[in-house]
């Protein structure tokens, strides 16, 4: 070197391999600190989809019911029972747009058959007698019951995902009810 060169000229730059590999472990500890929010994230999702299906499935059927007319057919209560009850499945379809197959069935599955959703339908009669007196509908008519004694029918619809448990978790359930009036 002479005499005239710039300070530190001649000196290799760089990192060493202590150097990279320190940095590396900072890398690792911090990736290893994040990877559980991706996890979480995963199941997440997972869960919101399922919640807004069952929803969805839910509110169809509700909104369906409120449109018929208050003694048809799909709300009347059978004779001798105090309620209607109406269990469905859903059928998944081939993976094809707009597929045919795909839709609620009617009944309960056979054993082995894929089954996502179950939904079950419970419709109840009530008179308003039994508003006044206990403030909400408590004692259920029973099917045999005259219509003009009849003033409101509660439907509640509960819709579940039979998704077994595993890492994404057990699948959501979700609980509505409505009351329609004479």
Do not use: C, H
């Not at 599955?109 to 039994?130: E, F, K, M, S």
């Amino acid at each position: 070197m002479n005499e005239n060169s710039p300070a530190g000229a001649g000196l290799e730059r760089g990192f060493t391999i202590i150097e990279g590999l320190v940095a590396t472990a900072i890398l690792l500890i911090v990736a290893i600190g994040i990877i559980p929010l991706f996890a979480s994230s995963i199941l997440n999702n997972s869960r919101g989809s399922d919640s807004t299906q069952a929803s969805n499935f839910s509110k169809t059927n509700v909104e369906n019911l409120l449109q018929m007319p208050f003694n048809n057919v799909l709300l009347k209560v059978p004779g001798g029972s105090n309620q209607l009850k109406v269990d469905d499945w859903w059928k998944p379809g081939n993976n094809k747009i707009n597929d045919p197959s795909q839709g609620w069935q009617a009944g309960v599955p056979a054993a082995g058959t894929v089954n996502i959703w179950t939904r079950n339908t419970i419709v109840q009669q009530y008179g308003l007698n039994d508003i006044l007196t206990n403030g909400s509908p408590t004692t259920p008519l029973d099917g045999n019951t005259q219509a003009n004694f009849v003033q409101l029918k509660l439907i509640t619809v509960n819709v579940q995902s039979s998704k077994a448990g595993g890492i994404l978790g057990v699948g959501e359930r979700i609980v509505l009810q409505t009351l329609k009036a004479f």
